[in-house]
Every structure is written in C-alpha cells, then in structure tokens.
C-alpha cells in the first residue's frame, strides 16, 4: 500500500535542507542537497511508520 504524505523542506541558516512531516509528529531529518533530502525523508517515513506499527 502506497501512501502520500505532505513534506515541508525549509532551508536553514547554515544552508542545510530540512524536512518535516506534519501528519507524523517528530518525524524529520536534514540533509546538504535536495536529493539526499528526499531520499532521506523517505527512510524517515518508513522508520515511523514501521516503529508505530510496532506498538
């Protein structure tokens, strides 16, 4: 089963990409370019969803 979560990628003072994920409370992460970002928000995504599903 696929599904879409909404993303908000932000860029910070340093020059550092950081996204976050409103509908997973805690869920984020950072990266240096915008593709390693996704790529990373991905992992992040499927690491919160697999410990929920834990629980």
């Keep these: 089963m696929n599904r879409e979560f909404d993303v908000v990628v932000e860029r910070d003072e340093e020059g ?8 997973l409370p805690g869920c984020h992460t950072q990266a240096r370019s915008l ?9 992040a995504i499927a690491l919160y969803l697999e410990a929920e599903a834990a629980l």
């Design 16 to 23: 550092w990409y950081v996204a976050s994920v409103p509908a």
């Design 35 to 43: 593709d390693e970002l996704m790529e990373r928000v991905r992992e």
